[in-house]
């Protein structure tokens, strides 16, 4: 990935898109060169156009790195409006593009949500991040490496956390992701008395964010005195949820085609 090739960066909101993006701008040989956010969420057609007609945009210069982020926001207009642009002014071989995606896009371009054309042009590498739910042994790693960071960033020194401080957050259900382990991770850096990180510590704080995972699991539980086609449904929303709404794998683990389970998540509709 150190050429020009676009590449796409998907995931759950939370899954850490826009950090690992930053490692790739990071690692790249662009690293010099400035990095251009557009954060597409924000975008209209007014700012579409300032941002790819108007000769003094950075869109103009070369060898920059351009985050487009949330570009899954983008009204079907705007995405034509992209395709257009993208195409004319032959981004993609004069910068790095490196943009972000919340969920599938295959998904949403069978769905017909999202430009098919668009995504020819933007996706030369697509890389399809996990939910820390799902990879729980990347806890232990992701919050020793922030500590770090913190300890840089703040006026206090934390050596370390307790093993069972680690075994908490390492079971907890982070319902938002890597955003929500890293804010608590500096609120327990903040508050902390001692030089470790206390499972008391991680206790106080975790229990103001919800369930923990074995209190999720337990609500997950089938109902099994319903119709076969209520239990049918229960269980495609189920494995839904533990996909992250990602069709493609929820399909795969049902033994159904993408297509299939399309048309089951309409009938329900």
Same mark, same amino acid.
């Given at each position: 990935m150190s050429g020009k090739t676009p590449v796409v960066v998907c995931g759950s909101p939370g899954s850490g898109r826009t950090i690992f993006s930053y490692g790739l701008y990071a690692a790249s040989p662009y690293t010099s060169n400035p990095l251009i956010e557009v954060d597409c969420y924000h975008l209209n057609a007014k700012q579409c156009d300032k941002l790819f007609k108007d000769e003094r945009s950075p869109l103009f210069e070369n060898n920059y790195t351009i985050l487009f982020k949330n570009l899954n926001a983008l009204s079907p207009t705007l995405q034509n409006l992209f395709t257009y642009y993208l195409e004319n002014l032959e981004l993609t071989s004069r910068h790095k593009v490196i943009c972000t995606f919340t969920g599938d896009m295959g998904d949403l371009i069978a769905a017909n949500?999202?430009?098919?054309?668009?995504? %020819? @042009?933007?996706?030369?590498?697509?890389?399809? @991040?996990?939910?820390?739910?799902?990879?729980?042994? @990347?806890?232990?790693?992701?919050?020793?490496? %922030?500590?770090?960071?913190?300890?840089?960033?703040?006026?206090?020194?934390?050596a370390g956390f307790e093993p069972e401080a680690l075994k908490l957050l390492e079971e907890h259900h982070w319902q938002y992701g890597i955003s929500q382990l890293q804010t608590v991770l500096k609120q327990l850096v903040i508050q902390s008395n001692s030089q470790f990180i206390t499972a008391e510590n991680v206790q106080t704080i975790l229990s103001h964010l919800g369930p923990s995972k074995s209190n999720a699991s337990r609500d997950t539980r089938l109902n099994l005195n319903q119709t076969l086609d209520d239990i049918t449904k229960d269980v495609i929303d189920l494995v839904l949820k533990e996909e992250s709404m990602n069709q493609t794998k929820a399909a795969k683990r049902l033994g159904i085609s993408r297509s299939t389970l399309w048309k089951k998540l309409k009938m329900e509709t």
């Amino acid at each position: 990935m150190s050429g020009k090739t676009p590449v796409v960066v998907c995931g759950s909101p939370g899954s850490g898109r826009t950090i690992f993006s930053y490692g790739l701008y990071a690692a790249s040989p662009y690293t010099s060169n400035p990095l251009i956010e557009v954060d597409c969420y924000h975008l209209n057609a007014k700012q579409c156009d300032k941002l790819f007609k108007d000769e003094r945009s950075p869109l103009f210069e070369n060898n920059y790195t351009i985050l487009f982020k949330n570009l899954n926001a983008l009204s079907p207009t705007l995405q034509n409006l992209f395709t257009y642009y993208l195409e004319n002014l032959e981004l993609t071989s004069r910068h790095k593009v490196i943009c972000t995606f919340t969920g599938d896009m295959g998904d949403l371009i069978a769905a017909n949500q999202f430009s098919q054309n668009l995504s %020819y @042009l933007i996706s030369g590498f697509t890389i399809q @991040l996990p939910s820390i739910n799902h990879k729980p042994e @990347l806890i232990v790693s992701i919050a020793r490496s %922030y500590l770090n960071s913190l300890n840089q960033e703040l006026p206090i020194q934390i050596a370390g956390f307790e093993p069972e401080a680690l075994k908490l957050l390492e079971e907890h259900h982070w319902q938002y992701g890597i955003s929500q382990l890293q804010t608590v991770l500096k609120q327990l850096v903040i508050q902390s008395n001692s030089q470790f990180i206390t499972a008391e510590n991680v206790q106080t704080i975790l229990s103001h964010l919800g369930p923990s995972k074995s209190n999720a699991s337990r609500d997950t539980r089938l109902n099994l005195n319903q119709t076969l086609d209520d239990i049918t449904k229960d269980v495609i929303d189920l494995v839904l949820k533990e996909e992250s709404m990602n069709q493609t794998k929820a399909a795969k683990r049902l033994g159904i085609s993408r297509s299939t389970l399309w048309k089951k998540l309409k009938m329900e509709t």
